[in-house]
């Protein structure tokens, strides 16, 4: 890796932190190829803050380390993409992220999704909503219904209609997250089980 650290005359390059896991970005510093030694040899992510003039490990002080899992380089060979196991919030503020975001897994439009069950389920109006309807008729008429998706997964898989397929499984899905939230879960509590069977 050739990090061109003299592009901007200052020695410093920009680091982008990007916890491992939800893949949120966390905050930006600024490295200097000691700061980058010192992170690798440490695997704690050290900077060089321009505002104290010296390296800083993150955490030095508060204990909210970031703890290095990989380090990619862009094309122009002058940003790093620092992946990060954080240890409590990175913000000095006490966020979760510099931007004040929860640093909370998103499954992009399957979590979009869900907010829209939610909001369907608690906000229930039968009379206009499928999914409230559905709520409304209790968690064994859901558990059917996913039943019901599974096995006309099943059905279409075994034919050759590709489309027909695809659209039981988007119902299947639909259904199964809705049953997720009726017995009080989210997709993540099932990816979390996943993944401790991965180790």
């Given amino acids: 890796m050739t990090i061109d650290f003299n592009k901007n005359n200052d020695g410093l390059v920009p680091a982008i932190i990007q916890d491992a896991s939800t893949k949120n970005v966390l905050m930006l510093g600024y490295m200097n190829a000691e700061a980058y030694q010192k992170t690798k040899d440490t695997k704690l992510v050290t900077f060089f803050s321009r505002t104290k003039n010296r390296l800083w490990t993150k955490g030095e002080e508060s204990g ?7 380090i990619k380089l862009d094309c122009d060979n002058d940003t790093l993409l620092i992946t990060v196991h954080p240890k409590g919030p990175t913000c000095h503020t006490g966020t979760d992220t510099c931007w ?9 439009f399957i979590s979009h999704l869900e907010e829209v069950i ?3 389920r608690l906000n229930f109006k039968p009379n206009e909503s499928y999914v409230s309807s559905l709520f ?18 099943v059905i279409e898989a075994k034919d050759n209609d590709d489309n027909l397929f695809l659209n039981e499984s988007a119902d ?9 939230q009726a017995k009080g879960f989210k997709i993540n509590d099932v990816v979390n089980i996943l993944k401790e069977r991965e180790k």
């Fill in 64 to 70: 909210n380390v970031l703890h290095l899992v990989d």
């Fill in 100 to 108: 004040a975001e929860t640093n909370a897994t998103n499954y992009g």
């Fill in 118 to 120: 939610e909001d369907r």
């Fill in 136 to 153: 409304a008729k209790g968690i064994n008429k859901i558990a059917q219904k996913v039943g019901e998706e599974a096995v006309e997964v």
């Fill in 172 to 180: 299947l899905l639909f259904h199964y997250l809705m049953l997720l």
